[in-house]
């Protein structure tokens, strides 16, 4: 619902602009100089869906909430591509307005400062969006990205010079300039309060082959199972680059703990970290949990590491002997991945509403079941599936398909959750 209110927000704000922008073409008249105001538009128009990326992405825990970060970040992806598409579009409609009329782009300073904003963030979108592909290092990315916080009152500054003061589409601009300090002394803020209260690792788990547990203690977290935080490692006196995690304990236990898998860079050096080593942590967030949803039958679907909000949830259910019947399917290459099984086994042993089905799919002599799991497998194991709640969380081409497959099962859209989180 809150996702709802907040698009319709953004919406009807791109339709005043519209509107705003209006006033001032005579549409009877439409002649070359009807470029120059659509350039003029456009520029408004992108640079209002990037002030909404930078709001997406600035963690603001009430619009979070309800909402999500996974689906944040997502919208922060597709307003940053619209957004400098219509800037784009903005320079190009204006050099050959004026181009066209004049033979001349009549070159001045503050022109120079709207090129410096326009590929500042194409170099930056750029590299957003394919910086895997290129095999740059997710630090490099992300304080490469943090230029685009310099850029865009770099834009504002070229648009406040060929505004017209007094006009409608003025006030648009007096409305970002305002607002966006603000944007920025909120993040500072959350900043200083997770350095005011720094957490300490106080175990060091390994799990799996590539997988560790690194327990906390520190400031008690109020938090719901399968809901993620945000940690900074300080070992050695270095600073590592912020990166997000789902918490794998309960609320219902004493310490915080994340569950990484070693997939890159960062994760690579989790097993080097060290009992009494420093931790940041900005939590809680996301709203992948069973506690928002009215069902009481569940059904975990987890591809990989995605097993952690899952463990988080089970033990959560398991600890308070909650009055929920949980089917978990666990889908991974082969046995090597697999963590917290002892656990797993002895919870299905104790609870009678819970049971527990382990899939691989690249091990041909695993006793249990093999292949990719689709909707008819879980239909098979569960019978009717009308009235239960389903979580996937795993890769997301394998989210997508059984997300489909559920739906031509005839099970509600609205019964269905999803936790991706790219960066």
Known sequence: MKARLILSVVTVLLILVLVFWSTSIDFSRISIHFLNDLGILFAALGLLLLFFQFVFSSRIRFIEYGFGLDKMMRWHRLFGRIGLALILLHAIFIVYYRLSLFGDTFFTVF???????????????????????????????????LINYLLFPVALVHVFYHTLPGSLLSYLWYSLAFLYPLLLIYRLIRIVAVRMNPYEVT????????????????KKLDYKPGQFLFLQLLREGERSSTHPFTISNSPTRSELSVTPKIIGDFTLTIKDTRVGDKVFIDAPYGVFSFLNQPLKDLVFIAGGIGITPFISMIRNIYDQNLDYRVALFWVNRSENNLCFTGELKQIEQELDNFKVVFIMTDQPDWPGEKGRLNAQFIKEYLGDMDKKAFFICGPPAMSAELERELKEFDVPKSNIYREIFEL
């Open 111 to 145: 022109i120079l400062v709207g090129i410096i904003a326009l590929v500042g963030f194409m170099v930056t979108g750029a590299l957003a969006s394919q910086y895997r592909r290129i095999g740059l290092a997710y630090e490099t990315w992300r304080n490469i990205h």
């Open 203 to 218: 175990e060091v788990k390994q799990e799996a082959e590539k997988i560790w547990t690194l327990f906390f203690k520190g």
